[in-house]
T-cell receptor, first 113, second 116 residues
Framework: KQEVTQIPAALSVPEGENLVLNCSFT??????LQWFRQDPGKGLTSLLL???SQREQTSGRLNASLDKSSGRSTLYIAASQPGDSATYLC????????????WGLGTSLAVNP | SAVISQKPSRDICQRGTSLTIQCQVD?????MFWYRQQPGQSLTLIAT?????????ESGFVIDKFPISRPNLTFSTLTVSNMSPEDSSIYLC?????????????FGSGTQLSVL
């Protein structure tokens, strides 16, 4: 059974720092992995999607990597800003089932001015 | 991208009553998904709603408790029936939309439900 773990559960950093959020999964047979951002009262926003054949994806100050063999993904945020404060969720889609996502509990990030 | 309007955004309900959550999408989609996010827990898929057929429920969720309607390709409702405090949660609707070669998930803003 696929399980997704995110470390740390919470993180507080000063503005301007580069930071890394971690996601691990127990079954390496995945179709893709996604990173989402959740803001209170605003639902979830998809940040980056990495297919199983890919190693990384970049969008602006965000870079997500995927090491399928070790069951790990990292979300790197460069030059963090207070507006980055949110909960970041990692979710995997198992190979063979393209619809059901398995979610981590998230990392709650606070970027302090 | 997809614009999803979900309402209500929050509600406080009495035990034993029912609440219907609405989800409107700005364009036609085949499948819509309903999730629950309980405090301190990860998102859990409740059911997948297809237009013109009964919803497909995940293990642990039943139609009597969470009836779903899907009258057309842009709209769906989820009802939380005979509520108890354990139903206090965030409920989210979601759709999948093709972007390039892949599908991405888009979410409504969520419904924060508190049951007294």
């Amino acid at each position: 059974k696929q399980e997704v773990t995110q470390i740390p559960a919470a993180l507080s950093v000063p503005e301007g720092e580069n930071l890394v959020l971690n996601c691990s999964f127990t079954d390496s047979a995945i179709y893709n992995l996604q990173w989402f951002r959740q803001d209170p009262g605003k639902g979830l926003t998809s940040l980056l999607l990495i297919q199983s054949s890919q190693r990384e994806q970049t969008s602006g100050r965000l870079n997500a990597s995927l090491d399928k063999s070790s069951g790990r993904s990292t979300l790197y945020i460069a030059a963090s800003q207070p507006g980055d404060s949110a909960t970041y969720l990692c979710a995997v889609t198992n190979a063979g089932n393209n619809r059901k996502l398995i979610w981590g509990l998230g990392t709650s990030l606070a970027v302090n001015p | 991208s997809a614009v999803i309007s979900q309402k209500p955004s929050r509600d406080i309900c009495q035990r034993g009553t029912s609440l219907t959550i609405q989800c409107q999408v700005d364009s036609q989609v085949t499948m819509m998904f309903w999730y629950r996010q309980q405090p301190g827990q990860s998102l859990t898929l409740i059911a997948t709603a297809n237009q013109g057929s009964e919803a497909t429920y995940e293990s642990g969720f039943v139609i009597d408790k969470f009836p779903i309607s899907r009258p057309n390709l842009t709209f769906s409702t989820l009802t939380v029936s005979n509520m108890s405090p354990e139903d206090s949660s965030i409920y989210l609707c979601s759709v999948a939309r093709e972007q390039g070669r892949y599908e991405k998930l888009f979410f409504g803003s969520g419904t924060q439900l508190s049951v007294l």
